[in-house]
T-cell receptor, first 110, second 114 residues
Framework: RKEVEQDPGPFNVPEGATVAFNCTYSNSASQSFFWYRQDCRKEPKLLMS???SGNEDGRFTAQLNRASQYISLLIRDSKLSDSATYLC???????????FGSGTKLNVKP | ETGVTQTPRHLVMGMTNKKSLKCEQH?????MYWYKQSAKKPLELMFV???????ENNSVPSRFSPECPNSSHLFLHLHTLQPEDSALYLCASSQGVEVGETQYFGPGTRLLVL
């Protein structure tokens, strides 16, 4: 069973659309959660951490549901520059060991 | 952005060659990581170093040999690799290894084994 599972997509959306991704994780003891963004042939870059109470950064909102063991990312008013692969990352308890999902690909079309 | 640099950016090698990948971080971090990213697969953690000491070896074959001479530099020595080792090798660093510390990635070395 995979530690972290994501829908690979691609999600093809027009500019200005709202799009949401979910990610499920298997280890109920996981403590920290992140969304990273990876552009084609580039390295992953931190998009945002995910806090228990949910958090927002501009057009991006992240939510955590511990009971159902999933995290979500909502992107409002999509821009062409949002086109990338979004990686869900879960951190084990007691150690900074990252488990990555395979990523969800987003294509924002004009 | 030059927080974490990696060289070379691209590498083609035969199965009998020996080569090394280099990673350098300029962030003052104490922990460094090697990850492997194969096509259509999630990033896989290979090794973790904290204050130059290896704290994690994720069942990586011995043909991959890491070296961490100091907290700013990390090497991955490669020998007698297989074609299935072709992948993007990413280095990352973080301030420490406490849960929740953000990891910052280098641009990666794209490796092709012929």
């Amino acid at each position: 069973r995979k530690e972290v599972e994501q829908d690979p997509g691609p999600f093809n959306v027009p500019e200005g659309a709202t799009v949401a991704f979910n990610c499920t994780y298997s280890n109920s003891a996981s403590q920290s959660f992140f969304w990273y963004r990876q552009d084609c042939r580039k390295e992953p870059k931190l998009l945002m951490s995910v806090y228990s109470s949910g958090n927002e950064d501009g057009r991006f909102t992240a939510q955590l549901n511990r009971a159902s063991q999933y995290i979500s990312l909502l992107i409002r008013d999509s821009k062409l520059s949002d086109s990338a692969t979004y990686l869900c990352v879960v951190n084990e308890r007691n150690f900074n060991k990252f488990y990555f999902g395979s990523g969800t690909k987003l294509n924002v079309k004009p | 952005e030059t927080g974490v640099t990696q060289t070379p950016r691209h590498l083609v090698m035969g199965m009998t060659n020996k080569k090394s990948l280099k990673c350098e971080q300029h962030l003052g971090h104490n922990a460094m990581y090697w990850y492997k990213q194969s096509a259509k697969k999630p990033l896989e953690l290979m090794f973790v170093y904290n204050f130059k000491e290896q704290t994690e070896n994720n069942s990586v074959p011995s043909r991959f040999s890491p070296e961490c001479p100091n907290s700013s530099h990390l090497f991955l020595h490669l020998h007698t690799l297989q074609p299935e080792d072709s992948a993007l090798y990413l280095c990352a660093s973080s301030q420490g290894v406490e849960v929740g510390e953000t990891q910052y990635f280098g641009p990666g070395t794209r490796l092709l084994v012929l």
